[in-house]
């Protein structure tokens, strides 16, 4: 089998080394025939430094390296351009200084690798004149690639004023690129958030941003097609291992790490996920171990905005280009992070489309992390619990559910046991439920109010109502929950199975759980 590259950022080692690649260069000759200026977001770990490593190699005209693949016949490789790659990904920016020297130290190697001295002072000002000066030493157009444009801005988010130092000094820097366009033959820059680009880009008209492209929606990840294709040993070698049919493992590994879209047609595969559950034959969280999203995760705590998760969101396109990185809401940056993605695109006068989690890797690991935020329960311990609910649920057992939520509650600090918000408790109990794999309705609407939960089992319906208060009674509660689902006949939709009624009352850290089967 051929070896897997997984951790080679590099085209040259991986194809010098013999690793298995998946030929993208067909996007990359469409865009260089195409336009001039690119931007592209894509998650983390999703290919995007070993693009620009193609793009690298391809203009350096290094025809040894893409013999095979698609655009080996395409391609004029007597023309050889000069190439100034700039890659963020390894740099501190903590604060404006650290940055302006990261980058002064990049511009003087830079120029020093075309035997050129830099005349100028200021950080833009010497970008402009490498960019000129290079042109007019090699009388070749030169070729600019940017990789985590946007770190040095997202690595300070939590410190306000140092991200608009680096935002503003970015958006000059990045400006340099317009005014140069006489000696660009092309430009090309990626990283995590189109957000932040907003701002940054203001000036930079010129830029298509592809990021959203039907015609680039595959650039990264792996196509149905193109995992088929490429990775035949490794699939039989792994259905082997794990004694399943060819066809069965390849359910398994779509169900887990497939889903991801940003036109709503083109599936991919996590690129990353993908070559480690080959290298190891095993189905875990692989992508998601490599940077939990700490602070998006109390974000949307703190907004107790759970349902932006669990729920699939319908947005306008304007939803993409209405936020900078000042300003900007749990949703977008779950998107952009890779949490959420595009499920379905309808264009219309105005396109909408509906975010939702791509797959069972994100869906499991975000939302165990989510529960051990709001509840301080222990993460490792939630797959036992999960499994003792999902049978309590099943067989109506409200005393053993109502054990295992005062166990789950109890982990909660006692000053958030004081919060008087049946909101959070509801927030947790379907957090709680999504994670046990029932296909959850949130705030389901209907004609005469909206209900709280409906978790939908594949022999019966469940239709559930929340009640928080102090004053009154849990038993009281419980019975004005039962009674607001029977006014409101909130079980019509639902009755196409035997429904169960689950009233759940909290008071503080206390509850009271009761199944009731539907009266007909």
């Given amino acids: 089998m051929k070896k897997l590259p997984i951790g080679i950022q590099s085209f040259r080692n991986l194809r010098e080394g013999g690793y298995v690649y998946v030929d993208k260069t067909k996007q990359v000759y469409e865009m260089v025939e195409n336009g001039k200026v690119y931007f592209l977001s894509r998650p983390r770990r999703f290919g995007k430094?070993?693009?620009?490593?193609?793009?690298d190699e391809l203009f350096s005209g290094r025809k040894e390296l893409f013999e095979g693949l698609h655009i080996y016949n395409k391609w004029d490789w007597e023309k050889k351009y000069p190439v100034i790659r700039l890659d963020f990904g390894a740099g501190d920016y903590s604060s404006n200084e650290k940055l302006i020297n990261s980058l002064s130290d990049f511009l003087k190697n830079?120029?020093?690798?075309?035997?050129?001295?830099?005349?100028n002072t200021t950080i833009p000002t010497k970008f402009s004149e490498l960019i000129h000066r290079i042109h007019l030493k090699t009388s070749e157009p030169v070729v600019v690639l940017i990789d985590e444009y946007d770190k040095p801005i997202l690595d300070v988010i939590n410190n306000p004023q140092v991200s608009k130092e680096n935002?503003?000094?970015?958006?000059?820097?990045y400006q340099v690129l317009k005014a140069s366009d006489d000696h660009l033959k092309f430009a090309f820059l990626t990283g995590v958030s189109k957000f932040a680009g907003l701002s940054v880009f203001s000036a930079l008209n010129?830029?298509?941003?592809?990021?959203?492209?039907?015609?680039f929606s595959g650039i990264c990840g792996y196509t149905q097609e193109e995992l088929e294709k490429t990775f035949v040993e490794h699939i039989e070698h792994s259905a082997n291992k794990l004694a399943l049919s060819k066809?069965?493992?390849l359910d398994r590994i779509r169900l887990m790490y497939d889903g991801y879209s940003w036109d709503g047609n083109i599936k991919v595969y996590n690129p990353f996920s993908t070559l480690m559950f080959f290298s190891e034959s095993r189905f875990e969280n692989y992508w998601y171990r490599t940077g939990t999203p700490t602070f998006l995760i109390e974000a949307i705590k703190n907004k107790n905005q759970i349902l932006n998760v669990l729920e699939e969101q319908i947005l306008d396109s304007s939803f993409f280009d209405s936020a900078d990185i000042d300003d900007v809401d749990e949703t977008s940056l779950l998107f952009q992070a890779g949490y959420l993605t595009v499920k379905n695109r309808v264009v219309k006068e105005n396109t909408v489309y509906t975010l939702g989690l791509p797959n069972t890797e994100v869906k499991d690991a975000f939302l165990k992390h989510l529960l051990t935020s709001y509840s301080k329960f222990p993460v490792g311990k939630i797959q036992g619990l999960k499994e003792t609910i999902q049978e309590q649920i099943k067989n109506s057992d409200a005393g053993g559910l109502e054990q295992s939520l005062k166990m789950l509650f109890a982990h909660i600090p006692y000053r958030l046991k004081e919060i008087e918000n049946e909101n959070y408790y509801g927030s947790l109990f379907l957090l709680t439920l999504a994670i046990l794999d029932f296909d959850i309705q949130g705030e389901a609407m209907t004609n005469l109010g909206r209900i709280d939960a409906v978790l939908r089992m594949s022999s019966l319906n469940i239709v559930a109502e929340f009640k928080f208060c102090i004053e009154e009674s849990l038993d009281a509660m419980l019975d004005e929950a039962i009674k607001q689902i029977y006014d409101k006949r909130y079980y019509e939709s639902y009755m196409n199975k035997p429904v169960i009624l689950l009233g759940m009352a909290f008071s503080g850290s206390d509850l009271k759980c009761r199944f009731e089967k539907l009266k007909q």
């Fill in 49 to 55: 430094s070993r693009l620009v490593s193609v793009m």
């Fill in 110 to 119: 830079c120029a020093e690798k075309f035997g050129i001295i830099l005349k």
């Fill in 167 to 173: 935002k503003e000094f970015l958006h000059g820097f």
């Fill in 206 to 215: 010129n830029l298509k941003d592809i990021t959203l492209s039907d015609d």
């Fill in 247 to 249: 066809r069965d493992l």
